[in-house]
């Protein structure tokens, strides 16, 4: 009996989703916070060092100074500002958006420490005279002029020293801020444009508590600047010294044509994905695009409540997660297919294929999040953001491609408008069998019968073997060519708006005094990298922005790195490796056994090291994303392994007891051929975003899609040729030495009216 309310209630449920997500997609776009890499501005990392020979610098210290950096940011009116303390007496400050960056990182790095000094620059008065949140900007009645005025704490006290300096031959009250070793008033005196930001003369003592700087202010600029000092001084004078160790600074044209290069390389690749999974699986393929849109809806929603910064990685992660929301998918749709064809009806079916995929999906994405989790705990700035969109990605997965598309489906099966209809589910009447045949699921013909995965092991193992150590003599000869992110100094990205020659660039900035180590053009000779094995000072990262937007029509995004945070990165991505791999060995043992958490781990282990091998061979840079990369190609790979895994766990619960070799070579094909399809169908799937990303979307995460594609690759063969084959023979071992050559692979439980009471 067909029930045509259920296929209304399926109409309903897509229309109110679609109208809800049509209505409130503007709003969630508009909501979401943008990096750095995607709308403009920088990022500073700070190491808080001791402003004197003596003093100490504790918790309380750097909590105060960034405190202080906070409230210096607020005078800039930078929306959504992030400033972060971190180990180490470290401080990272993120201002996307910010218009002037120079202004931005004088401000932050001054400071702010006025004093008052004589001609002779000796120290009269300092910040601590001053009443805090006195400074104001003013204009000078006489002339409406631009002036800064502050009052001092102790009257008396600036009456005697105006009373000093009254009475000497140079009677000049110089008023410093960030007064430096080396500063004299007689040098500055005769400059253009002086270090001291006042001097006036005093004809007599002041009795007065209220100081007026002023004089070298003019015009709109010197009030900007007037207002900037007096709010620099009531923010505080910071009590250390702040070295900036990294910076990355982008400009807001490069920021959105990354933004809007990769938003379309995603759109025709989610697009591609849509396609395929339609005319792959019919009807439930209609299902899992409404799941999927729902899915990027949700995950966005989900990243705005935890006021998550999106950045490009960030970007690349959610439409990984695309793939992996399809993978889910494919789980489901491939059992239904296969409980079809044993000649089970469609309710039989989805029923069954619904109870034996949940916890293969479950087993599958928990190993994901386990590497997500450690990417997360070790990664900083976009990593970090990676790993967060990440692991909402998998939440989301249970939400809409687990939930929602079960729930959706199960409302078109039970209204047996399609109950005789298998071709709207991707099966053929002619490849259904009997129900009355007896046929399991585990017998059903693949496609691939003659393909003998025990028997090509021992060569592919060999062949792999071959290449790992190739690899490592390349490794060792070449080493990797490693970006700023891990050795010092510092790149230059632009964008020129027209195409432009190798000279020409090394010309242009020689000319200013930039000597570039290495200059390389994209093919249309428009995107530009130049790279110095030296950190450029701030003064020198202003002046070459200035060059490059005078010279090739935009601002370029500016990478500086010190040694120490090279040596941190990859201190920290070694670990990650290591604790992801334990993780993933532990919760396979768990679940399923040691030999298969094994086994997972050196297949994924081949896979980090296959793209490290390549990218040292033809020479690719390794920046941060790169750890990201290899991060998620481990837990991408272990979640294509734990499929086929859970398959052999399947298999071994029929044989339930071995007794030869021939029976777990058996097993292994078996459950290579039955999850072959769905292995090969999930990585089309993620490798055709990937590949839109690598062709279409930005540049600065080209060498992360290479990274993420070589690393797929490598994972489909590792999964199907490298795990469970190695499993097979390390069980095979087992046996061996196991007594009378037997090993009971699977005890049924016996339920309580089953057991012998005595």
């Given amino acids: 009996m067909k029930k045509s309310s259920r296929i209304i209630a399926f109409v309903l449920i897509v229309v109110l989703l679609f109208a809800g997500m049509g209505l409130t997609y503007k709003k969630v776009v508009k909501d979401v916070n943008l990096g750095l890499d995607l709308q403009g501005g920088f990022e500073v990392l700070y190491q808080v060092n001791p402003l004197n020979d003596g003093d100490k610098i504790d918790n309380k210290a750097v909590t105060a100074t960034s405190r202080t950096l906070e409230q210096r940011v607020n005078v800039l009116g930078v929306s959504e500002p992030k400033i972060q303390v971190e180990e180490n007496n470290r401080i990272r400050v993120q201002l996307a958006g910010v218009q002037n960056q120079s202004q931005a990182r004088d401000l932050l790095s001054s400071q702010a420490n006025l004093t008052i000094r004589d001609a002779d620059d000796n120290v009269k008065l300092t910040g601590k005279d001053i009443k805090q949140g006195s400074a104001k900007q003013e204009f000078k009645q006489d002339t409406n002029s631009p002036a800064v005025t502050f009052k001092l704490k102790d009257k008396e006290k600036f009456k005697e020293v105006t009373e000093e300096i009254s009475k000497k031959k140079e009677n000049i009250m110089v008023v410093w801020l960030d007064f430096e070793k080396g500063d004299s008033y007689h040098k500055e005196v005769t400059k253009d444009e002086p270090k001291y ?12 508590d209220s100081v007026e700087i002023s004089g070298g202010f003019s015009g709109n600029e010197g009030v900007k600047e007037a207002k900037q000092i007096a709010e ?33 390389a995603a759109a025709i690749g989610i697009a591609l994905i849509y396609i395929f999974m339609v005319g792959f699986y019919r009807l439930p393929g209609i299902v899992a695009v409404i799941a999927l849109t729902t899915y990027i809806y949700l995950t966005l929603v989900a990243f705005n409540l935890i006021s998550g910064v999106l950045t490009l990685p960030g970007l690349a992660a959610l439409v990984l997660g695309v793939g992996m929301a399809v993978d889910a998918n494919i789980i ?21 294929a619904n109870s034996s995929s949940f916890l293969t999906i479950v087993d599958a994405n928990l190993t994901t999040v386990i590497a997500a989790a450690v990417l997360f705990f070790f990664g900083e700035s976009s990593v970090k953001g990676f790993a967060t969109m990440l692991l909402l990605g998998i939440l989301m997965i ?20 399609f109950k005789k209809r298998p071709w709207l589910f991707g099966v053929n009447k002619n490849k259904i069998h009997d129900i009355n045949e007896g046929i399991d699921v585990h017998q059903l013909k693949t496609s691939f019968e003659r393909w003998d995965f025990m028997k090509l092991a021992k060569p592919l193992f060999s062949a792999s073997i071959v290449i790992i150590i190739i690899g490592a003599i390349i490794l060792s000869i070449f080493k990797l060519n490693l970006g700023i992110d891990f050795s010092s100094g510092t790149r230059v990205d632009f964008k020129s708006e027209d195409a432009v020659t190798q000279p020409k660039v090394e010309q242009v900035l020689k000319s200013e005094d930039f000597d570039p180590d290495q200059v390389t053009l994209s093919d249309d000779g428009k995107n530009v990298t130049a790279q110095f094995k030296k950190d450029l000072s701030k003064d020198q990262v202003s002046d070459i922005k200035d060059v490059v937007h005078d010279q090739f029509g935009n601002d370029p995004t500016v990478n500086t790195v010190s040694p120490v945070i090279g040596q941190e990165l990859a201190k920290n991505a070694m670990l990650a490796l290591m604790y992801a791999a334990i993780g993933i060995i532990i919760y396979v043992t768990f679940r399923f056994e040691w030999r298969m958490g094994l086994s997972s781990v050196l297949a ?59 029976q777990i070579d058996d097993i292994v094909n078996r459950s290579v051929r039955q999850t072959m399809t769905r292995s090969i169908n999930t990585v089309l799937t993620v490798i055709v975003v990937v590949i839109a990303l690598l062709i279409l979307g930005a540049s600065s995460i080209f060498n992360f899609s290479l990274a993420l594609l070589i690393g797929l690759i490598s994972g489909v063969f590792s999964s199907v040729f490298i ?36």
């Fill in 332 to 352: 489901m749709y491939e059992r239904i297919k296969d409980e079809l064809r044993v000649g089970r009806t469609l309710k039989q079916a989805y029923k069954k």
């Fill in 723 to 758: 795990a469970v084959p190695l499993w097979g023979i390390m069980k095979k071992h087992q046996l061996k030495k196991s007594d009378n050559h037997k090993l009971v692979v699977h005890k049924e439980k016996r339920k309580n009216e089953e057991k012998i009471l005595v």
């Fill in 232 to 264: 620099l001084l009531n923010s505080g004078s910071l009590p250390v010294k702040l070295d900036e160790i990294y910076s990355n600074s982008v400009g807001a044209q490069f920021g959105q044509d990354a933004l809007d290069k990769t938003i379309l």
């Fill in 197 to 208: 930001v006042s001097a006036a003369t005093v004809d007599q003592p002041i009795n007065s």
């Fill in 398 to 417: 249970f939400v809409t491609a687990v939930f929602l598309s079960r729930s959706l489906l199960s409302l078109l099966v039970s209204s047996n408008f």
């Fill in 604 to 662: 994924l282990l081949h896979d980090a090291f296959m793209i490290i091998a390549v990218f040292s061979l033809f020479r690719i840079e390794v920046d941060i994303t790169f750890i990201a990369a290899v991060l998620t190609i481990v837990g991408y790979s272990i979640n294509d392994t734990i499929v086929t895994f859970d398959r052999v766990r399947e298999n071994l619960r029929k044989m339930r007891v071995i007794t030869k070799p021939e």
